[in-house]
């Protein structure tokens, strides 16, 4: 006796769908929604400060990209996500719409069908089960990608709040503190240069960059390294605290350094006041 393969579709309809289920928002409600599109406002803003691929102290005096050190650098991050995932959730939100519309031309053509038609209905049919079953399946990811956005732009009120930064701050803000960003990550990776026993070309020149006598900044480096190993002892061991504290005092020590290698290539300045965004200023 041949066994009979055919398979009918129906029988899987609750596994290969959640549109048999609620597939309703499980965290995201009308209040969370509105509160993220309050804030979208004040991202739309931001972002034109970071219109550009490098800051104008970046391009003045290296091209490289380095480890955030500073707030203003994680805000950007922050909202390099936030576009990142509105791009993609924006698209997403297309493509229904598109699907939604393909789906109302397949219930037309349904209306207008004659009983003849049997095996187009059919294919109608299939299309207009296969258009919702997506609809309910991109449910989940729509919300997703809306609790991304929420929990970023916390992260943001976050920063801007514990690092005193005001609400309208702009692209000036941002190149004021690219300085200190720059300072504290050639210092970082002068430690991690160091633990390895080296001395990196690409550290060097980031140094030679901004001013700093390599020589000068190994050896401190050497010196922070050697006080750390010494403050070991059985039961006490140094927090990351020491870390933050000494690149504090790197800072300090050569904030103003920049400028004599800015003089040398013949630059008045690092930034063009006139070429940044300003708010209130």
């Given at each position: 006796?041949?066994?009979?393969?055919?398979?009918?579709?129906?029988?899987?309809?609750?596994?290969?769908?959640?549109?048999?289920?609620?597939?309703?928002?499980?965290?995201?409600?009308?209040?969370?929604?509105?509160?993220?599109?309050?804030?979208?406002?004040?991202?739309?803003?931001?972002?034109?400060?970071?219109?550009?691929?490098?800051?104008?102290?970046?391009?003045?005096?290296?091209?490289?990209?380095?480890?955030?050190?500073?707030?203003?650098?994680?805000?950007?991050?922050?909202?390099?996500?936030?576009?990142?995932?509105?791009?993609?959730?924006?698209?997403?939100?297309y493509k229904q719409e598109k699907k939604?519309?393909?789906?109302?031309?397949?219930?037309?053509?349904?209306?207008?069908?004659?009983?003849?038609?049997?095996?187009?209905?059919?294919?109608?049919?299939?299309?207009?089960?296969?258009?919702?079953?997506?609809?309910?399946?991109?449910?989940?990811?729509?919300?997703?990608?809306?609790?991304?956005?929420?929990?970023?732009?916390?992260?943001?009120?976050?920063?801007?709040?514990?690092?005193?930064?005001?609400?309208?701050?702009?692209?000036?803000?941002?190149?004021?503190?690219?300085?200190?960003?720059?300072?504290?990550?050639?210092?970082?990776?002068?430690?991690?240069?160091?633990?390895?026993?080296?001395?990196?070309?690409?550290?060097?020149?980031?140094?030679?960059?901004?001013?700093?006598?390599?020589?000068?900044?190994?050896?401190?480096?050497?010196?922070?390294?050697?006080?750390?190993?010494?403050?070991?002892?059985?039961?006490?061991?140094?927090?990351?605290?020491?870390?933050?504290?000494?690149f504090d005092r790197m800072y300090v020590?050569?904030?103003?350094?920049?400028?004599?290698?800015?003089?040398?290539?013949?630059?008045?300045?690092?930034?063009?006041?006139?070429?940044?965004?300003?708010?209130?200023?």
């Amino acid at each position: 006796m041949t066994k009979d393969l055919t398979t009918d579709t129906n029988k899987f309809t609750g596994i290969i769908t959640r549109g048999t289920t609620d597939v309703g928002f499980r965290t995201i409600d009308d209040k969370a929604i509105a509160k993220i599109s309050d804030f979208m406002p004040e991202v739309n803003r931001a972002v034109a400060s970071f219109s550009k691929t490098n800051s104008q102290t970046t391009a003045s005096l290296m091209t490289l990209t380095m480890l955030e050190s500073g707030p203003y650098r994680i805000l950007r991050q922050i909202l390099a996500q936030i576009e990142k995932k509105r791009a993609a959730l924006k698209e997403t939100l297309y493509k229904q719409e598109k699907k939604k519309l393909r789906r109302e031309k397949y219930l037309l053509e349904l209306d207008n069908l004659t009983v003849e038609d049997n095996l187009k209905e059919k294919r109608l049919l299939l299309e207009v089960d296969k258009i919702e079953y997506d609809l309910a399946d991109s449910t989940t990811h729509i919300e997703a990608c809306i609790k991304e956005i929420g929990a970023y732009m916390e992260r943001y009120k976050e920063v801007c709040k514990n690092n005193d930064i005001p609400e309208q701050w702009d692209e000036v803000d941002f190149e004021e503190a690219e300085v200190e960003h720059h300072i504290k990550s050639m210092f970082r990776n002068a430690i991690r240069d160091r633990m390895q026993g080296s001395h990196n070309m690409g550290t060097m020149e980031y140094f030679e960059s901004f001013g700093i006598n390599p020589i000068v900044a190994y050896r401190l480096v050497d010196e922070y390294i050697a006080s750390i190993r010494g403050a070991i002892t059985k039961d006490i061991a140094p927090d990351i605290g020491a870390h933050y504290d000494f690149f504090d005092r790197m800072y300090v020590l050569f904030k103003d350094e920049y400028k004599k290698a800015a003089k040398r290539i013949g630059l008045d300045s690092i930034t063009q006041a006139e070429f940044l965004m300003k708010e209130n200023k």
